[in-house]
């Protein structure tokens, strides 16, 4: 009855303390989604980022970022989606970093007007990379035969059942130098004077919470509730925003599987496998 009769009061009469919004941004960034562990992209976060941003009251959104990156193209997306619903809503944004914000966790990490980390989180990887697999002599091994038809005599370049070609390898390097050119372009416009004049900025390389303050990649060192508490009072409040729930009913910053049946749920844990290889390699990059 009590906070019923709160809640009533002009807010002039309360004393709730200021709330600040904390989006988490957790997991490594896909173009699909995983069914049965946390991922991003920007149909994964959209929602909980518009709630967020949507708290009226609120002078600032928080986002807790810990991924060792991904797809470019949803970091982008993200990056996006944050800084247009921040100008829109006229908010500041708050990053701190947990493990890690590398290569497209950096990136997503760049929407903050401030960015704090730890002095042992991992910062940077400022770069492209693209992996995959190659398997020609497995076929001969096990007598099969790959038939591919095409129209187009470049619809096939690196596949994965073929030996690699150095015209395949040259055309990809260079897709690869556009995108790093577009990510080191909006690290510039992002950190602008901030930034230290090192070469090995932009070369992939990777840092503590510390180093990456003295190269300008990050604002300071410290924890969301100590910072927030320091710059709105100590009556500041936390409130973690988050999207639906999944197939198993756990909170998720978006879209959960639904009402997946058991022939999906079966198709997903087979394609997960590659999935989870894959995630597993990124973070094990950054000795998580």
Do not use: C
């Amino acid at each position: 009855m009590a906070g019923m009769l709160k809640r009533l009061m002009p807010k002039r009469f309360r004393n709730d303390g200021l709330v600040i919004p904390v989006v988490r941004l957790h997991g490594a960034i896909v173009s699909g989604g995983g069914r049965f562990k946390q991922q991003l992209n920007l149909a994964s976060v959209a929602p909980a980022l518009e709630k967020a941003f949507s708290k009226k009251d609120s002078p600032a959104v928080a986002l807790s970022i810990n991924s060792p990156g991904g797809s470019p193209v949803q970091s982008r997306m993200i990056f996006d989606r944050i800084r247009a619903l921040a100008e829109e809503k006229n908010k500041r944004v708050l990053v701190f970093v947990e493990d890690v914000a590398a290569s497209g966790g950096y990136m997503i990490a760049l929407a903050g007007d401030e960015i704090y980390a730890d002095a042992t989180s991992i910062v940077g990887s400022i770069g492209v990379v693209s992996g995959g697999f190659g398997f020609p002599e497995l076929l001969k091994k096990i007598g099969v035969e790959r038939r591919v038809y095409t129209a187009g005599e470049n619809k096939v370049i690196l596949d994965p059942f073929k030996p690699e070609k150095e015209s395949d390898i040259e055309y990809l390097k260079e897709l690869q130098l556009e995108i790093h050119q577009v990510f080191i372009d909006m690290v510039k416009s992002r950190r602008a004077s901030r930034l230290a004049e090192d070469p090995d900025l932009f070369s992939g390389l990777f840092w503590t919470g510390r180093r990456g303050l003295e190269l300008g990649l990050v604002d300071n060192l410290g924890g969301m509730r100590e910072e927030i508490k320091k710059r709105y009072g100590r009556d500041a409040k936390l409130e973690l925003v988050s999207g639906g729930k999944d197939f198993f009913g756990r909170r998720m910053p978006g879209v959960g599987i639904g009402g997946a049946g058991l022939d999906q749920i079966a198709a997903s844990a087979v394609s997960g496998l590659a999935e989870t290889l894959e995630e597993k390699a990124l973070w094990s990059r950054y000795g998580l």
